[in-house]
């Protein structure tokens, strides 16, 4: 019998390629960097699944007449129209869940890198700069410990970033669109708008997922809410916050500084302003990025197709209202 066919946008660890093996035939696209638009057209257009972290456009999917799941490589699934996939009857599946502890470890390692100057303090270092045992005095930064973070977006990450910050012995503020009592009172988690959530806190965690409610959900106006000495950390995705307003508010000192692990344009340019700033700490979106997470994360989403193709109901779907179809 003729194996059902599945399109990988990059090559995947051994064991999860040995497991797709079993009952699909695999279409890889091996070459290095991002996968070519035209190649991806041509893996979809004879695959029954998709696995992998790409643009999947409604416009891909048009050229994709057997396709039935996309498992998309990560929690975050704005990359894929999964409109258009519903439309089609295509089911969309993410791997939530066992990327949170890694992503708000990372989190909590850009707050403590934004606060302490650990990005300065390194280059200050490596430059030679450190030529007295003053040096210290150039790089005062702000205390974690017993400051306010306000979390937006309690969900799977922002809660366990909120769990370390409890370590930290700091109060904690959490503004959502679904309150979350339990953890109110489990926790002593404080609930306010968001407004009084920017105007309070020390930190500002994003931890909301990218969608056209939460474009721009920071921008000018909610940036001046924040207190002068207040950071931003965001570890979320780069649209959520209005960059342009971002870059303005740090150069006239409106706040103390940065934590981004995501920009709107990815990979940011050397060309974006952001990287040219002292109080700003960089990543190149490594929220995700240990060695267990991602093989955890690739895992799931394969454990995902090959529930479909055989014939059970994928683990982690964001539209099961197509399975009942
Ligand atoms: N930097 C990285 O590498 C990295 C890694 C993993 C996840 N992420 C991002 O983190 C996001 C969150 O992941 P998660 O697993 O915690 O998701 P989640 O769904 O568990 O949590 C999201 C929370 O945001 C809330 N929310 C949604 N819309 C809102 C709005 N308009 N205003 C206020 N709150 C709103 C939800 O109610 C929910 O509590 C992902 O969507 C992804 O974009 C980034």
Redesign the pocket.
Known sequence: MLKPKVFLNRKLSERTMTSLEESCEILLWDGVGHCPLEAARQGIAQAEAVLGHYPWSSELMDCAPRLRIIANI?????NVDVAAASRRGIIVTNT??V??E??AD??FALLLAAARRLCEAERFVRNGEWTTNRGSEALLGADVHHATLGI?????????VARRATGFDMRVLY????R?PDLEDRHGYEYVN?DTLLGSSDFVSL?????P??VG?VGQRELGLMKRTAYLIN???GPIVNEPALVEALREKRIAGAGL??FTIEPAGVDNPLLMMDNVVTLP?????TVATRLAMETLAAANVLAHVQGRPPLTPVNPEVLGR
């Open positions: 990560g929690v975050g699934f704005d939530p869940d990327l949170t890694t992503t990372l989190t937006i977006g309690l969900g799977r990450i922002g809660s366990a503004y959502d669109i679904v979350r968001l931890h909301v997922p990218l969608c409610q939460t959900l570890a979320s995705r692990d995501v979106h490594v929220g995700s990025a």
